[in-house]
Nanobody
């Protein structure tokens, strides 16, 4: 079993930056993909970014490409999401997720473990 704990959310003005962290425990995530999703009120959960075990392959949604960066530190079993040039439409609860394979899936159903989420609010 894998437990995921997100941190780093908060309130920021448009144009600002935040860095989310997600620490995993329970096992070493060798060859597992780690990713981020978000869910705004009244909307479905949507894919944001994912990264493979080596960090060599990443996938980001078109809505965040060029503004967000995903990275991971395997020694710490942690994945990060650096969010720059934030917009009000980025406001959502952000969830960390882990998939028990090496595919950069964008479907939430493809992920096996989930954190509780951290709120990100961007004011205009």
């Amino acid at each position: 079993q894998v437990q995921l704990v997100e941190s780093g959310g908060g309130l920021v003005q448009a144009g600002g930056s935040l860095r989310l962290s997600c620490a995993a425990s329970g096992r070493t995530l060798i060859n597992y993909v780690m990713g981020w999703f978000r869910q705004a009120p009244g909307k479905e959960r949507e894919f944001v970014a994912a990264v493979t075990w080596s960090g060599g392959n990443r996938n980001l949604s078109t809505s965040v490409k060029g503004r967000f960066i995903i990275s991971r530190d395997n020694a710490k079993n942690t994945v990060y999401l650096q969010m720059n040039s934030l917009k009000p439409e980025d406001t959502a609860v952000y969830y960390c997720a882990v998939a028990r394979d090496a595919l950069l899936r964008i479907e939430a159903a493809g992920y096996d473990y989930w954190g509780q989420g951290t709120q990100v609010t961007v004011s205009s």
